[in-house]
């Protein structure tokens, strides 16, 4: 320690330059209850490809595509009296389980050396993003 009080205290810098960059299955859950189901295929299939896993990746794609057409699909004929909070919860818990289950935990990504968290504001974005992809085609399809 110096006598100089201007100068800012010793650190470790930690350079995190090279790691991948994964959503943890909490940010996943996020998105997903903020961005609809579309969010939540997209966050797990980024995450298979960050993790080089491609056949999970492909195979993302093709039961998000279906599942989420399912959805809007049956929206237009669930009774009134449905509780509104079912799908989403539905589709952000499934897809927080599939990520603890088939990819990292959140204790994972902490622990190690290649892998590190991706921006809680990007799944902010890609929330927001996602979310109005949505309203757009429920527009559409009312019009």
């Keep these: 320690m110096t006598d100089n ?3 800012p205290p010793a650190s470790e810098l930690i350079d ?9 299955p909490n940010q996943i859950a996020a998105g997903s209850f903020w961005g609809g189901s579309i969010a939540a295929f997209y966050f797990l299939y ?3 490809v960050s993790l ?3 056949h999970y990746a492909r195979t993302t794609i093709y039961i998000g595509s279906i ?11 669930l009774p009134d009296s449905f509780p509104n909070l079912i799908l989403p919860l539905s589709y952000t818990v499934a897809a927080q389980q599939i990520c603890i289950s088939t990819q990292l935990t959140k204790e994972d990504i902490q622990t190690s050396n290649d892998y590190t968290f991706a921006s809680n504001w990007k799944v902010f974005g890609i929330g927001l993003f996602t979310l109005m992809l949505s309203l757009a085609f429920i527009i559409v ?3």
Excluded: M
């Design 5 to 7: 009080i201007y100068q």
């Design 16 to 24: 995190n330059t090279n790691q991948i960059k994964i959503y943890s």
């Design 46 to 48: 980024r995450n298979y």
């Design 52 to 54: 080089g896993n491609d």
């Design 67 to 77: 599942v989420t057409i399912l959805i809007f699909a049956i929206i237009p004929f």
């Design 141 to 143: 399809l009312l019009l």
